[in-house]
């Protein structure tokens, strides 16, 4: 039998002209930048390295969305507040083992500490929001956690402000990453390269232990169905409090990287940077690590490439400071023509 074709709807037409108005968007903004021939090869060489460095850190932070939502069907809006938290907490340990002159006799030892204070100190937060924040929670319906999370990202904020201090700080410069790398001609800063390097690190780790171990085993078995699991005998609450852990140390290690790029911590430093990461596990398909890391990475390169590409043809003044608005109109097309999305499945399939 045949079926009858679908009803064209005004909602339909007017989807049908948004995409003819942002692919005709990004064509005539991409021709009228390479024609003024504005950026050289080095400058657009800078941006892409640039956006790929700050989008693995958005990984590095999705990867905790994702990890959460693919276990409790909820979206942790404190964990931008998890990775400021552990950022924070290393500046004072890394200030300290400057003063002592760690950095200069021995800066091979410095720098393992300060990596692991930011990521213990992330997984310990990220533990204690599990076990106090949702964990009671966890039979309510879904708009009560959500409500929590977001009242958890405020505490957080306001209670490191108050125990650190509400200015922001200086990391302290580490000489060992001074300089520039050349690769095939390209000039990279060293810090990016390091970046790069133990995000992609991190993200391999983190894909072996989740298809490879049992650990990773136990997390894919709770969260295709809780009940099932535990009748298995698998200690569901032990799993989610893994999976809380896992999510805090990636969190912890993405905000010492995030310093390498911008040398600075405050008590708000992890609000736009989660929202972001949060932007890029949607892009990527929430629920899915591979979609979170690949979220991640187009995001950061839409970013720092897009406000240049997109708009220098055009004559708009001060193209960087719309950044924030090639993020978030992102997030919105992506809501609007892929809510799932790229790597992301439909519900029940």
Not at 217 to 229: P, Y
């Amino acid at each position: 039998m045949l079926r009858r074709p679908e009803r064209f709807t005004l909602t339909d037409a007017i989807l049908w002209a948004l995409r003819i108005g942002v692919v005709a968007f990004v064509v005539l903004g991409s021709w009228a930048t390479l024609s003024k021939g504005s950026y050289s090869i080095g400058a657009w060489g800078s941006f892409i390295t640039a956006g790929v460095a700050l989008g693995s850190v958005y990984a590095l932070i999705a990867l905790g969305y994702t990890l959460v939502y693919g276990i409790l069907f909820m979206i942790n809006f404190a964990h931008g507040e998890v990775f400021m938290a552990g950022a924070f907490t290393a500046f004072f340990v890394a200030s300290g083992l400057n003063d002592a002159g760690m950095f200069e006799e021995n800066l091979l030892l410095a720098i393992p500490v300060i990596l692991a204070t930011a990521m213990l100190t992330s997984m310990v937060v990220a533990i204690l929001l599990e076990r106090i924040a949702y964990r009671p929670l966890r039979r309510a319906p879904r708009l009560v956690p959500l409500i929590t999370a977001i009242g958890a990202s405020l505490f957080l904020q306001y209670t490191f402000r108050g125990l650190y201090g509400a200015q922001p700080r200086s990391f302290p410069t580490l000489e060992i990453l001074a300089g520039d790398f050349v690769i095939l001609g390209l000039t990279m800063p060293k810090s990016r390269a390091i970046v790069i390097v133990a995000a992609i690190l991190l993200m391999i780790g983190l894909f072996y232990l989740v298809e490879r171990t049992r650990t990773g085993r136990s997390m894919r078995a709770v969260s295709e169905d809780k009940d099932v699991a535990a009748m298995m005998g698998i200690n569901v609450d032990r799993v989610i409090v893994q999976t809380f852990a896992i999510g805090g140390l990636l969190a912890g290690a993405a905000g010492i990287l995030y310093t390498l790029i911008f040398n600075q911590v405050s008590a708000f430093m992890g609000f736009l940077p989660g929202i972001k990461a949060f932007t890029a596990a949607v892009l990527g398909g929430i629920g899915n690590i591979a979609g979170a890391a690949l979220g991640g990475l187009l995001l950061g390169l839409l970013e720092n490439v897009g406000p240049f590409l997109l708009l220098d043809g055009f004559g708009v003044p001060s193209v960087n400071q719309l950044k924030d608005v090639i993020a978030f109109s992102v997030l919105v097309l992506v809501l609007v023509f892929r809510p799932n999305g790229i790597l992301g499945r439909k519900e029940g399939t």
